[in-house]
C-alpha cells in the first residue's frame, strides 16, 4: 500500500508564497506520474502541476510563471513551490501517483490565501 503524505499547506495573504510536499512511502521511481491537483468548496478536483511518464512537466495555466513543482529521489519527495498567490487558489491540495495499476492519492493540505 502506497502512502502519500502533503505537509506544508496553511494561511497565507495575497501575494505571498507557500512550499507544498509530498513524501511518498516509495521509491519515485515506481511511479508513472506524480503530482498535485486541488479542489476548492463547490468545485471539481483539478490538475495543478505533475511529472508525467516520459520525463514531461505539466502545468495548469493558471499557475504557469507562479508554481514550480520539483521532485527529490533520495527522499522520495515532491515539492510545489507556490509563488504570488492569489485568493483563487484557495483549496485543498493533494498529491497524486499513479503506477501501472493504480491511482493513489494523499490525505490533502488545506491552501486558504486572504485578501
Known amino acids: 500500500q502506497v502512502q502519500l503524505v502533503e505537509s506544508g499547506g496553511g494561511l497565507v495573504q495575497a501575494g505571498g508564497s507557500l512550499r507544498l510536499s509530498c513524501a511518498a512511502s516509495?521509491?519515485?521511481?515506481?511511479?508513472?506520474?506524480i503530482g498535485w491537483y486541488r479542489q476548492a468548496p463547490g468545485k471539481e478536483r483539478e490538475l495543478v502541476a505533475v511529472f508525467s511518464k516520459g520525463g514531461s512537466t505539466n502545468y495548469a495555466d493558471f499557475v504557469k510563471g507562479r508554481f514550480i513543482i520539483s521532485r527529490d529521489y533520495a527522499k522520495n519527495t515532491v515539492s510545489l513551490q507556490m509563488n504570488s498567490l492569489k485568493p483563487e487558489d484557495t483549496a485543498a491540495y493533494y498529491c497524486?501517483?499513479?503506477?501501472?495499476?493504480?491511482?493513489?492519492w494523499g490525505q490533502g493540505t488545506q491552501v486558504t490565501v486572504s485578501s
Open positions: 516509495r521509491s519515485l521511481f515506481t511511479f508513472n506520474a
Open positions: 497524486k501517483a499513479s503506477d501501472p495499476w493504480l491511482d493513489y
